[in-house]
């Protein structure tokens, strides 16, 4: 077993153990508070089973908001559309001007070939 699969194994064991625990916590919380000796009722015990995750939940989806925020205002805006056309145009012209033979006597005879055909 490798180490990424044992880690996905620990994974799995972990959130299944939550997962029953969890469920148990919503359907019979007396099961639990009177396990572990809390001194609480059951609907206080419903009620933070759903309120805990909840809060989790939102603070986490507002910091995701407020990183994607983050990025986007430090980050430079792209070049417009105009400057990275002419940069390929350019680009192209100095290509094609270092390809172009010298003189058309030093092409070599598959070119002329070629040429001949055309």
Do not use: H
């Not at 396990?35 to 609480?40: D, S, Y």
């Not at 407020?66 to 012209?93: D, S």
């Not at 030093?106 to 055909?117: I, V």
């Amino acid at each position: 077993m490798s180490k990424d699969q044992a880690i996905g194994g620990a994974i799995l064991a972990v959130c299944v153990i939550v997962a029953i625990g969890y469920a148990i916590l919503v359907i019979a919380p007396g099961l639990i508070t009177d396990t572990l000796n809390i001194n609480m009722s059951a609907n206080d015990a419903r009620l933070y089973a759903v309120v805990v995750p909840v809060f989790i939940a939102f603070i986490a989806i507002l910091l995701i908001g407020a990183w994607i925020g983050w990025t986007m205002a430090t980050t430079p805006p792209p070049k417009p559309i105009e400057e990275i056309t002419t940069e390929i145009e350019e680009n192209k012209v100095e290509t094609k001007a270092e390809e172009a033979p010298a003189s058309p006597a030093s092409a070599t005879p598959e070119k002329k070939k070629k040429s001949d055909k055309a």
